[in-house]
């Protein structure tokens, strides 16, 4: 554990060590094997690494570009076209691309070649997100042609997803996209409504390949490795990791997964078994060594912070949760993973979902049968046909339609986020749980208090609410929502969080507004639709006065008493 921390530190704190000085303190912590010279070591090198990597994140020059690039990314849609991440060269850059050119690299996947012709350009000032993914550049292309499939793994681990795609065509749209999302971590078709419902119940993670699908995998290759010798086990089990990792694409969870597994299994052949904390962390000193940026990249932080929650709390929540010791382990799992992605997600997004503290021990074992069993039938649906595919597949959907459930029920409850201080109040109460009857009522009180001073805090929301390219406004029981060009997965979250539970009237403006009143429905009972662009209305709701009249922007306003 001191190895990794030192090591992750070094990374963020990273200054200019000689390479050859950080290989020289290697090789003597080799020599002389104490752990204080090996932590030492690795903390240069980890600076080392790290100030060459931030040091080759130089800005390409402005110009003109016509050749080859390498998908490094599956493109995904923008609003205006696709976007991926491509090698050019020795560098990364972020290839955007619409119309004609866009639908060329929307069809490609990663690993294949295709000739660009377009402007490069360095990347816009303020944009941290690129820096874990070694972008350098933005490539905006006017012409794209695909060349051919890249190198051998990457043909064989695309045909391989478009198998199962293809197998999975026999499931209604809804259901096939969130297939992608749980056996590939392909989130791309996925409607915006969906999102917001995983969004919302805390349910994001399974929606992505993670260290959970890993295990999975491990498992349906079990019956053949656990008859093998260490040796072959070994060289077959990393042999699995790599190719699930090439088909999934190495997200970040997938790669502290795989690491953690091979730091297992190599253990185990060279007779040296390890405890899973001692195994995260050797697996994620590892791949920070490898590729010093990954401590910037979010995914990779959530998943470290999950895992060593995980390790750590797990079972001291679970003794002192009352009830089933099934639930209750469930329930602790879930518990101590929000509180391991509590430092990286309470400042991104203000909180946590309390929603997900049901959600989770409802969803996610569901959610892990997908993968067992939806990966093999994928298999046999995409060799079999439609017919065979049918078949196979109608567990898949049901498995998925249930997760899909809770995920749709638990978005739309009104318990509201845990912050900083209910978090504490929950910690609070499960370090004392264990203590006598007295005590134990008292921490129970405590947690309840805790989990349910969010949704007490929705009971009263502010009258009027603003945020980009959305307004809330209520009075006398009724709500009007106006959305001026805002997306609908940012519409969705602003009024969930803002404890919207209907919506009387709905103005929206903007080529998505269609979509968002749309996405809405899904959500709460919407009333009456106006389109400001096209309509001119002056009417009464509640305790609110809404007039509509063009050219000029809606207008919302209390009702004055006679």
Do not use: C
Not at 186 to 196: A, K, L, N, S, T
């Amino acid at each position: 554990m001191g190895l990794a921390a030192a090591v992750w530190i070094a990374a963020l704190v990273h200054r200019p060590v000689p390479l050859v000085a950080a290989l020289l303190a290697v090789a003597l912590a080799v020599a002389v094997r104490r752990p204080a010279v090996v932590v030492m070591a690795a903390v240069l090198l980890a600076s080392a690494l790290a100030a060459r990597s931030h040091a080759g994140l130089a800005p390409v020059a402005a110009g003109r570009v016509d050749g080859v690039v390498t998908l490094v990314a599956d493109p995904a849609p923008t609003a205006f076209g696709w976007r991926a991440d491509v090698r050019l060269g020795r560098k990364r850059v972020e290839l955007r691309a619409h119309d004609s050119a866009g639908g060329a690299l929307g069809r490609a996947l990663t690993g294949e070649r295709l000739r660009v012709a377009g402007r490069l350009a360095p990347p816009r000032p303020g944009s941290p997100w690129l820096v874990p993914r070694h972008v350098v550049g933005s490539l905006t292309a006017t012409r794209v042609e695909r060349v051919d499939g890249g190198a051998v793994p990457w043909r064989a681990a695309n045909r391989f997803r478009r198998l199962l795609v293809e197998g999975s065509q026999v499931m209604a749209e809804g259901r096939r996209a969130l297939y992608a999302g749980f056996v590939l971590g392909d989130d791309r078709d996925q409607p915006p409504e969906v999102v917001d419902d995983f969004r919302g119940a805390g349910l994001t993670h399974v929606l992505v390949v993670s260290g959970q699908n890993v295990a999975f995998v491990l498992v349906l290759v079990s019956p053949l490795t656990g008859r093998l010798r260490w040796g072959w086990r070994w060289a077959i089990t990393l042999g699995v990791i790599a190719a699930f990792g090439t088909i999934t694409r190495f997200e970040p969870s997938v790669l502290r997964a795989s690491a953690m597994a091979a730091v297992a299994v190599t253990a185990g052949a060279v007779g040296r078994p390890t405890v899973p904390i001692r195994t995260l962390a050797l697996g994620v000193a590892g791949l920070v060594l490898i590729d010093p940026l990954l401590v910037l990249a979010t995914g990779f932080q959530l998943s470290v912070g999950a895992s060593l929650a995980i390790a750590l709390l797990a079972g001291r929540i679970a003794a002192v949760l009352p009830g089933p010791r099934l639930v209750a382990e469930a329930v602790a799992v879930g518990l101590a993973a929000q509180f391991g992605v509590a430092p990286v997600l309470v400042p991104l997004s203000g909180g946590l979902p309390v929603a997900s503290l049901l959600a989770n021990p409802l969803a996610v074992p569901v959610a892990g049968l997908v993968t067992t069993w939806g990966l093999p039938a994928g298999v046999v649906a995409g060799i079999g046909g439609p017919a065979i595919g049918a078949v196979v597949h109608a567990p898949t959907e049901l498995l998925i339609g249930w997760v899909a459930g809770v995920a749709q029920m638990g978005a739309a409850l009104p318990l509201g986020r845990l912050g900083w201080v209910h978090l504490a109040g929950l910690a609070v109460a499960l370090v004392v749980g264990a203590r006598p009857p007295p005590v134990r009522y008292l921490a129970l009180a405590v947690a309840a208090v805790a989990a349910g001073a969010p949704a007490v805090a929705l009971r009263s929301p502010p009258a009027q609410l603003v945020a980009d390219g959305v307004a809330v406004h209520r009075a006398g029981g009724a709500t009007v929502v106006v959305v001026d060009g805002a997306r609908p997965i940012d519409v969705l979250e602003t009024l969930r969080d803002g404890g919207v539970r209907r919506i009387d009237v709905l103005v929206a403006t903007g080529r998505l507004a269609p979509e968002v009143a749309r996405v809405l429905r899904h959500r709460w009972p919407v009333g009456r639709v106006i389109d400001p662009q096209v309509e001119t209305v002056r009417l009464a709701v509640g305790g609110l006065e809404v007039r509509v009249e063009p050219p000029a922007p809606p207008v919302v306003v209390p009702l004055r008493p006679p």
